[in-house]
């Protein structure tokens, strides 16, 4: 295991190339989601606050890598449950990839089972869907905009990044795991139509209509599409959307980014209730 010692029933290294760190410096984020295949693998979680809200969510802790002057808050949050901490100087933790941005606190955790189409919009009545959105920063700032105006959950395009990387979670101060989320194949959106939702499709089209030019307070279930950040919504989606609609611009600018675009749509569809 190389030169380590106990503090405090944690494991302290000194080598940041420890076996066991291997998950933290070694791999990256689409082999840590492998682990454990064909059944749901890990990710990695960075920050105390963010990873507060993943453990509220009910994310299984697998093992936690911190500064070691952080070693007290993390003991805090994992409270009676025996789980591997391991702890290094600042001096050893600076040389890690990305440290800056993890506040000293990282922790490995298992990924949940995801329900079926069928399954996630049985209970749910404001959903937000995320077609081939690519970079997950502007998935995680999707998802804090979603949660911040009361989306039920959010379903992505198998082409989408992935709510559980790093830079998504960070991004989304951890509102990735305030909103209920699955994967669906591009097909099952004639499956949320037959549910009942209205499909909204954020997109730049002759037949669009302006957001704020009526309400849709009235209508019950709804759906509210966002699309790639270059080729913007697939013609399938588009084929079977009840309502095409955009965001009304100044000084010849032609749309926002898709990120930003996202809150003004969710505000006017689903927050206005």
Request: proline share 3%.
């Given at each position: 295991?190389?030169?380590?010692?106990?503090?405090?029933?944690?494991?302290?290294?000194?080598?940041?190339?420890?076996?066991?760190?291997?998950?933290?410096?070694?791999?990256?984020?689409?082999?840590?989601?492998?682990?454990?295949?064909?059944?749901?693998?890990?990710?990695?979680?960075?920050?105390?606050?963010?990873?507060?809200?993943?453990?509220?969510?009910?994310?299984?802790?697998?093992?936690?890598?911190?500064?070691?002057?952080?070693?007290?808050?993390?003991?805090?949050?994992?409270?009676?449950?025996?789980?591997?901490?391991?702890?290094?100087?600042?001096?050893?933790?600076?040389?890690?990839?990305?440290?800056?941005?993890?506040?000293?606190?990282?922790?490995?955790?298992?990924?949940?089972?995801?329900?079926?189409?069928?399954?996630?919009?049985?209970?749910?009545?404001?959903?937000?869907?995320?077609?081939?959105?690519?970079?997950?920063?502007?998935?995680?700032?999707?998802?804090?905009?979603?949660?911040?105006?009361?989306?039920?959950?959010?379903?992505?395009?198998?082409?989408?990044?992935?709510?559980?990387?790093?830079?998504?979670?960070?991004?989304?101060?951890?509102?990735?795991?305030?909103?209920?989320?699955?994967?669906?194949?591009?097909?099952?959106?004639?499956?949320?139509?037959?549910?009942?939702?209205?499909?909204f499709s954020l997109a730049l089209s002759e037949k669009?209509?302006?957001?704020?030019?009526?309400?849709?307070?009235?209508?019950?279930?709804?759906?509210?599409?966002?699309?790639?950040?270059?080729?913007?919504?697939?013609?399938?989606?588009?084929?079977?959307?009840?309502?095409?609609?955009?965001?009304?611009?100044?000084?010849?600018?032609?749309?926002?980014?898709?990120?930003?675009?996202?809150?003004?749509?969710?505000?006017?569809?689903?927050?206005?209730?």
């Open positions: 295991m190389g030169d380590k010692g106990r503090f405090m029933g944690i494991t302290e290294v000194k080598d940041i190339h420890s076996p066991e760190l291997e998950i933290y410096t070694s791999l990256n984020e689409k082999q840590v989601k492998k682990i454990f295949e064909p059944a749901a693998g890990l990710f990695i979680c960075e920050s105390q606050r963010v990873i507060e809200r993943a453990l509220l969510a009910g994310y299984e802790p697998v093992s936690f890598f911190v500064e070691k002057q952080k070693a007290d808050e993390v003991k805090a949050l994992i409270g009676e449950r025996d789980i591997p901490v391991f702890t290094a100087e600042y001096e050893v933790m600076k040389n890690l990839t990305g440290y800056s941005l993890t506040g000293g606190v990282l922790c490995a955790m298992r990924r949940m089972p995801l329900k079926s189409v069928r399954e996630f919009i049985f209970d749910k009545k404001k959903i937000v869907i995320l077609d081939d959105i690519e970079n997950p920063t502007n998935v995680g700032a999707i998802f804090r905009s979603a949660a911040a105006i009361g989306a039920d959950g959010v379903i992505l395009t198998e082409g989408s990044a992935d709510p559980l990387y790093r830079r998504a979670t960070r991004v989304s101060m951890g509102s990735v795991f305030l909103v209920e989320w699955t994967y669906m194949k591009r097909e099952s959106i004639d499956e949320i139509k037959r549910a009942g939702f209205n499909i669009a209509e302006y957001l704020g030019e009526k309400s849709y307070r009235d209508i019950d279930k709804k759906a509210v599409v966002l699309g790639n950040e270059d080729r913007g919504i697939s013609d399938e989606i588009l084929a079977v959307s009840d309502n095409t609609v955009m965001i009304p611009m100044k000084n010849n600018v032609d749309s926002l980014n898709v990120a930003a675009a996202s809150a003004v749509a969710f505000w006017e569809i689903i927050g206005k209730n």
